[in-house]
């Protein structure tokens, strides 16, 4: 039992040594990671801004570019088998939505997993705010959004949680349906 | 020679995955792709060509009887080494792998060649052996991953091979596809190796 | 009442509709390696799902008490495995001292369970879905329980496939893979079942 201990004590500290070297090593880069990230899903949603500001409001946090009233925010909710996490961009003052992003989401590879990649995406491109009805094949009106064949189940869900952020975004920055 | 014969067995005499039949978990689940599949051999590679490396050194130093849990800590140590160096440098495929880059640590493939080599053998021997082994692991996990993208997409390395025509078999990519095709590659694996005993 | 829910949705979807095994991939090598008959099959996943619950508690209690109040996410692969395989030691210890004929049955399994990579799965799962305590008894239970039957179903499976006609070349591993894959399109009918 001594010898365990000993043993695992010695070499558990050196590990824990050297990772934490490793850590404050790579931890900046990962964190870079993440911040560009955000950044690219935040102005890609906003199509005139250049820069943008995180702005806290209540519980939700937004992001207000510098032109035209744009305003971002990260939406989430449950998809067909894990969170969906989407940038969402608005402007308020028309009363539409100007794109969305994808960021983060489990939906089966081949079929929900479309979701991401830009088709679909481009559902809600220029999307006035309101309540949408997932379709089955071209869209004929505003309010309507093309499913992926095989995931409507994941279609419906972003399409919910664009829905959610649309009613969360009226709610302080106003805007009509 | 001999260390050309510790290298050589990983690739098919004790190839991990085919003959020895360990170190299934990763094999089976990130091989949707062929960048997941070479991405996660690589990585699986390196520690166990570190851990080899560190165990053989210092074999003597560490008790008999407390060297498995001695083994395990140094293999996570590794492993956690490797996590934050691919989110650091590799975030895309840190983010494909996930869950299965710490799940390293408990590849039986990996505390396997501790306790059959790495502790019996010298440094070199153990290295030529952790080479082996990881590339035996690696080309078989490319191998299924390109079946699987191939027949699941029509791509290879994400570049689109088949045309329009061919309708992806999307099950290929999920769960039950991976079962089938490596309980198939195995099967031929098994043919292969019959005729050449017969020869 | 609301938590109550939460705790069943959790229990359904952990057992069927992310099976650990079949859907997740976790714990492959006992799926495959100890499922030739359907008693032992039994024993290991009872075996394992005791180890699951224990694991899922002791570690959002080290998670939260030690890694996260003291800032040491670097050190959670190694803490989670060495508290694994402390684990099945006492558990070990416990099960020989208590009950030798508990012992006999399962005893000969329990090392095998720290490296089998469903709990080491599960471990690092809790903190990543951020569950609290009970929560993560609860997902260490459920996803014990989805072991024990995917793995007790597939023995089934091969005793019965002992009688049948199998080419030469596919008995063995490769056959039990291909029924596998089977049972996961199977377990594929659950997806969507439950989205939380």
Redesign the interface.
Known sequence: MRKLLITLTVLGLISAFALAFVYQWTMPKILQHQEVGKKDAILTVLPESEQYQEVRKGDLTFYEGNKNGEVAMVASGGGFQGQIEVMIGFNPAAGKVYSIKVLNHQETPGLGAYITGGKFESNFVDKPFGEYKVVKRPVKSAHEVEAIAGATISSEKVAEIVEKAIKEIREVYGGEI | MQLWNDFKNGLWQENPIFRLVIGLCPTLAVTNTAINGLAMGLATSFVLLASEIVISTIKKLIPNDVRIPSYILIIATFVTFVDYFLKAFFPAVAVSLSLFVPLIVVNCLILGRQEAFASKNPVHRSIADALGMGLGFTWVLVLLSIVRELLGMGAVFGFQVLGDWYQPMIIMILPAGAFISLGILVGIMNYIARKGVRK | MEQFTRIILLFVSTVL??NFV????????PF?GISKQVETAFSMGLATTFVMTLTGAATWLINTFILEALQ???????SF??VI?SLVQFVEMFIKKTSPVLYKALGIYLPLI????A???LA??IP?NGYNFIESIVFGFSAGVGFTLAIVLLAGLRETLEFGDV?E??KG??????L???M??AF?GF??LI??
């Open positions: 509709v992310n079949l859907i997740r991939f976790l714990g492959i090598c495959l040491l996410p670097f050190l959670q692969y190694v495995i060495m395989a720290t490296t089998n990579c709990i080491l799965g690092l799962l990543l080419p070349v596919l591993v490769p056959i039990t893979l291909i596998a894959g089977i996961a399109m594929m997806s969507g989205s939380i």
